[in-house]
């Protein structure tokens, strides 16, 4: 059984951080691309990050400048280090594996985390 538990979440102040964790089970790790999705409240899902086995990430452009994410293999983890939060990162957000081909779609992905609550206070 496949499983992806998100982790880190939780209510921070504007300008702070947070570190979200994503650890993944049931799964050959090296086979999957792993991603972060976020939707806000009344807002449609939303790319985030994703990661490559091979280290390789792709950020989207709305949050480039103060995320970034990680791949811990051995440890079958990602992790999204989150800076400078904003109100509006306010979201439940996502960990996700796939293997298709776009991997900002969300329909690349087979598998979802339940989801951790990032809340960011102005």
């Known amino acids: 059984q496949v499983q992806l538990v998100e982790s880190g979440g939780g209510l921070v102040q504007a300008g702070g951080s947070l570190r979200l964790s994503c650890a993944a089970s049931?799964?050959?790790?090296?086979?999957?691309?792993l991603a972060w999705f976020r939707r806000a409240p009344g807002k449609e899902r939303e790319f985030v990050a994703a990661a490559k086995w091979s280290g390789t990430t792709y950020i989207a452009d709305s949050v480039k400048a103060r995320f970034t994410m990680s791949r811990e293999n051995a440890k079958n983890t990602v992790y999204l280090q989150m800076n400078s939060l904003k109100p509006e990162d306010t979201a439940v957000y996502y960990c996700a594996a796939g293997s298709g081909t776009y991997y900002s779609t969300g329909r690349s992905y087979t598998y979802w985390g339940q989801g951790t609550q990032v809340t960011v206070s102005s």
């Open positions: 049931g799964l050959t790790f090296s086979a999957y691309a």
